[in-house]
Every structure is written in C-alpha cells, then in structure tokens.
C-alpha cells in the first residue's frame, strides 16, 4: 500500500532515499520474463570479459565495474569507475556495433562500485550496502575516535577503501552517552570524597576519579558522583610566604613586562643588546674619547651627534670616521 511504502522510505532514509516518479509498472512478471531475465544475466561475465578487453585495447583510464541487461535486450547499461574525464566514444561505437543495441555508459563511485559486486566484509556478513542500506552517507573520522575504535585506515576501511559504514550505526548512541559524563579535570564530589576526573568510558558510563586523600584512583557510576561547579583543582604544594616580600621590598624579583606594556626608562635596551646608559650624555667630550675604542660604531655616533646638537667640541678618535657621509 501507499502507507506501507511510505513508511519504507522514511525508514530507509527518508529525503535522502533515491526514490524517483519516472518509472511505471506494466505488468507483473510471469515465469517467462524470469526465465527470460536469468538467459540474459548469464551473459554478463562473457559481456564484462569482452568489454575489459577493448579498454585495454583503446587504452582508456577506466575501470568495468558491472554490466546490465534490461529485460528486452533493448538496452545494455556498464557502469565503470574513472578518476578522469573519459572519452569513451569509440569503446561505445564498437560495443554497439558488436551487440546492436543501445549502449549506455553509467559511471560509479567507490562505495556504488561496492554496492554492485561485493559480497562478503571482514565480519562475515554480507556488505550493508549490497544488503540493506539504501542511503549511502559520508563517514567521517570523527566517529572513530569517539568511539575509541583503531585509527589505522586498513583497520576500519571497508570493501571500497572508505570508512566502514557501521561506524555511524552507533554515533548517536555514544554522542548521548557522552554528554552525561564530566569532562576530564573537573572537579566531582564522590562517596569517598572530593577528587579530580581523569578518564571516563562511554559505554560503562565509569569515571575515573583521582581522590584528594588518597593517591590511588578509583573508577564510580556516573550516577553516585556530583559535579562541583565552584571548585577548583588541588595543589599539594604549601603556597609561598609572600610576608617577607611585603616586608622587604628590595628582595622581590624585577618586573617581568608583558606584551604590549609600556617599558620603563630603565628597561630600554639598545639594538645590540646593551642598556642604554643615559648619564653619559653630561660627560665630557674627553671621556667620551677614551671609551669610544671600545663602544660599538653605531653607539659612538649617536654620542657625537647628542654633542653637536649641545654645542659641544667633537674631537675625532681612531675609530670615528666609519659612517661619517651616512
């Protein structure tokens, strides 16, 4: 019935179900038609074998998947596999001209590919795709690893190289059971008293909780443990005396600037890594001259240019005409 039908594609997959209104029903089949149709489908392997052959002839980039006969022999469907664009217009030319029917070309992906002829999956069962699944969806990594299955791609990858499709059957399960445990470093209160959340399984619904008594962990039901909202982890460590600091302010440590605060006139360093030293400035040009061996290049001209702006004598030394032009 309509209702009946109705409630399969909900069931399959609802909007996402490939359910199209082109197609009509005739007639029911009679045994003449299933006979008909069996005749037909022993020709496949001899079909596929002749088909292969011509793209290694032609050396076209494709792959023959599956071949299908319609009831009728009025037209002959091959679906292929390809990574590229492929033209296949003279393998079509010689596949009619060989059968004389129509010749449709249909290409798959992986997962339709798998669909068409797998059979069995590592589970031993049939594959779910060939079996019962009518909606294909992408599988994402996500699910593996909420489910803490091996993330080796060889391990959870299926018949057509992608994410097995079970990996989604139980996603909406363990998202629910996931909300229901803590997250990890939270704070909880347990029979045994306060402790830390360290680890947690989905499936058990376990916490495992590190005691503030007691080294040891131990592992309590989701349900006989209380999160504590306004509670902060705890330290073992004694926290330090800050008394003798307030009392002796020479003996705290320099202050440390963050990024984007203001220096201090102390602070300023110069661009080669040597504090400026602004009391030099009220020295005499003699006493300039005798450390001006020793001071960088850069740092003795910006002294001489400091005593020319003061209207102070510029005796050259040894060293003081590197730059000079500049």
């Known amino acids: 019935t309509r209702k009946q039908m109705l409630e399969f594609i909900e069931n399959s997959g609802g909007k996402d179900y490939p359910f199209t209104n082109q197609g009509k029903v005739l007639r029911i089949a009679t045994i003449d038609d299933l006979n008909e149709q069996s005749q037909l489908d022993r020709r496949k392997p001899e079909i596929i074998k002749f088909a292969r052959s011509l793209i290694a002839e032609l050396n076209l980039p494709m792959k023959m998947v599956e071949v299908e006969l319609l009831l009728g022999g009025e ?24 059968y004389q029917t129509r010749i449709e070309m249909h290409q798959v992906n992986a997962r ?8 069995y999956e590592r589970c031993g069962q049939h594959c779910c795709c060939q079996q019962f699944l009518k909606v294909l969806k992408p599988v994402s990594m996500r699910s593996a690893k909420v489910q803490k299955a091996t993330l080796d791609p060889a391990k959870i990858s299926g018949r057509c190289g992608r994410l097995m499709c079970c990996l989604r059957y139980e996603d909406q399960t363990y998202d629910a059971l996931r909300k229901r445990l803590p997250n990890r470093q939270r704070r ?23 005691l503030d008594d007691n080294p040891v962990s131990a592992a309590y039901p989701v349900e006989n443990i209380e999160i504590l909202k306004h509670d902060t982890p705890r330290t073992d460590d004694a926290e330090p005396d ?85």
């Open 112 to 119: 339709d590919e798998a669909r068409l002829v797998a059979d």
């Open 188 to 210: 909880v209160e347990t029979p045994d008293g306060p402790g830390t959340v360290i680890n947690t399984q989905i499936l058990t619904q376990l916490v495992l909780v590190r």
């Open 75 to 98: 037209r002959i469907i091959f679906h292929y596999t390809a990574d590229q664009w492929v033209d296949f217009r003279e393998l079509v030319r010689m596949l009619a001209s060989e």
């Open 242 to 326: 800050t008394t003798a600091d307030a009392e002796d302010p020479a003996a705290k440590e320099p202050r440390r600037p963050r990024p984007g605060d203001p220096l201090a006139d102390d602070e300023v360093e110069a661009r080669e890594g040597t504090p400026v030293d602004n009391d030099n400035d009220d020295k005499s040009a003699g006493s300039s001259d005798a450390s001006s061996s020793t001071d960088p290049p850069r740092r003795r001209k910006r002294k001489r240019r400091r005593r020319r702006r003061r209207g102070g004598g510029d005796t050259p030394g040894p060293a003081d005409n590197i730059g000079d032009g500049i």
